[in-house]
């Protein structure tokens, strides 16, 4: 079943086509990414598996335009991988928020969309972007089933005390707010796989998943399912990431905000745009522009590398506790898979838990590897995550499922 898979930004629309041959086996067509929709000019960068590569730069005005622009590219004669679009059996989205009613991927009727713009206050960010990429395709591609697949719903199951707010409750009640997590794609993905990795009983299994990219996230996973998380409300909450402050004492917003006599839109982009590894450093929100600088001996890019490892050994310790111990511990994402030294910086601090690192085995990049000895009596795991292929697996087995 050939499924589309779709990941649209503001001003951006990321894709892979994927070949799904069963749940487990597939195989990757093309994948690429349009930039700038809206912009003066636009960018299309396409890759099909075994084909030349294609850039083509033009305006593209919206997303219906960069879908269009997609599936031209998917049935080029020399750089595309379909002989026509007919071949496209589903697509799947990515979305962002599925606030608290949404708590497994759906096909996309007029119901789910009701609901999603609903999530729009809670996701002002993202949720309106996923859903153009949603009409755009009702509109090129009418007949085609669509699947929503959000980051939010995997953190559905956790208990009410973890995902409460110490404030007034009536803002629950009035406005939804609570913590909701985010990432859940890959935090599912990444714990199942990683069970099945170790051996584990999924149903009798203590894990704790690190996703660390530009965006990074925390969550503690109980025989399968999610019991707490780092990021809250919005993806703003937990670590310090790229660009995004991570948990702080509220009270620094007010101050900042009466002080420099911002608006609560500038406050938002600050803390969003201005702040996490790059706010600290003030050199980058690149990880590895950081520990470049480190290793030329700039402070503040030192300091932001050790925040982000603090936070993560915080978080891990806080998690092990909550669940009463820990099995496994998984590092993923951007970060997680690729820095051996950021993975033995946090495990040093987890020898409380019986932890016995490998640094052998640790010394790797972009695979799934145990990072721990045979014999220790918590396991770690660099385990990769591939948030397309989930989408691509629910987004079949809805709609094969719909069909039988
Ligand atoms: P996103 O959250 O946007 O999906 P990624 O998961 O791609 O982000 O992670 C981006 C981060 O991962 C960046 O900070 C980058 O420095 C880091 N990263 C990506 N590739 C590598 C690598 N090969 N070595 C070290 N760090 C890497």
Known sequence: MIILVLNCGSSSLKYQLLDMKNNDSYDLLAKGLVERIG??????????ADKEALVVDRPISDHTEAIRAVLEALTDKKCGVLDSLEDIEAVGHRVLHGGAKLTASKRVDDALIAQVEKC?????????????????????MPSTPQVAVFDTAFHQTMPDYAYTYA???????????????????????????????????MEDSRIITCHLGNGSSIAAVYNGKCVDTSMGLTPLDGLIMGTRCGAIDPSVVTYI?????????????????????LGVSGISSDFRDLGQAAEKGEYRAKLALKKLIHGIIHYVGAYVAEMNGVDMIVFTGGIGENNARLRRRVCDNLTYLGLQFDNEANDCRGKDVMITLPE???????????EELVIAQDTMRIVLNEEL
């Open 376 to 386: 220790s009596k918590v396991k770690a795991a660099v385990i990769c995550t591939n």
């Open 39 to 48: 912009m003066e000019m636009s960018r299309l960068k396409h890759q099909g």
């Open 120 to 140: 729009c206050d809670l996701g002002p960010l993202h949720n309106p972007a996923n859903l153009k990429g949603i009409y755009a395709v009702r509109e090129v």
């Open 167 to 201: 404030i007034p409750y009536r803002y629950y009640e009035q406005y939804d707010i609570r913590k909701y997590g985010f990432h859940g794609t890959s935090h599912r993905y990444v714990s199942a796989k990683a069970a099945r990795f170790a051996g584990l009983n």
């Open 257 to 277: 905000q009466k002080k420099e006599g911002l608006t609560a839109d500038q406050v938002e982009n600050m803390l969003n745009k201005e702040s996490g590894l």
